[in-house]
C-alpha cells in the first residue's frame, strides 16, 4: 500500500535550519504532486509548498517564501523540505501528501495520500 514517512522534525532556535525528508512507496508517483502542509495546535493545517515530481515545478506559501525550499529526489523517491531562518510561528506538525491533481494544489482535499507527521518546534 502507499506509505509517506516523514523524519527530521525536531526542536530549533529561532534563525536555525532543519531539512524534512518524506520517504514515499507503494506506487509509481511519476506526475504525481508532493506536498507539504503544517498544523499548529488549535489552527487549521496549511498549505506549505509543492512540488510536481519529476518536473521540478514548484508552489509555495507566501509565509515561507524566501525562507523554504521544496525539492525531489526520484532515484530515492524522497520529497525535501529544506528550512531556513524559522521563526517561532513555524511551529506544527509537518504532512508529507500526495495528490494526482493536474495542478499545484494548495488545498489539503486534493491530496490522496498523507503521512504522520513531524514535529517541528521553534524556540525564541
Known amino acids: 500500500q502507499v506509505q509517506l514517512v516523514e523524519s527530521g522534525g525536531g526542536l530549533v532556535q529561532a534563525g536555525g535550519s532543519l531539512r524534512l525528508a518524506c520517504a514515499a512507496s507503494g506506487r509509481r508517483f511519476s506526475g504525481y504532486i508532493m506536498g507539504w502542509f503544517r498544523q499548529a495546535p488549535g489552527k487549521e493545517r496549511e498549505f506549505v509548498a509543492a512540488?510536481?515530481?519529476?518536473?521540478?515545478?514548484?508552489r509555495y506559501a507566501d509565509s515561507v517564501k524566501g525562507r523554504f525550499t521544496i525539492s525531489g529526489d526520484n532515484a530515492k523517491n524522497t520529497v525535501y523540505l529544506q528550512m531556513n531562518s524559522l521563526k517561532p510561528e513555524d511551529t506544527a506538525v509537518y504532512y508529507c501528501a500526495a495528490s494526482s491533481s493536474v495542478v499545484l494544489s494548495t488545498h489539503s482535499g486534493q491530496y490522496d495520500y498523507w503521512g504522520q507527521g513531524t514535529q517541528v518546534t521553534v524556540s525564541s
Open positions: 512540488i510536481r515530481w519529476g518536473i521540478g515545478s514548484t
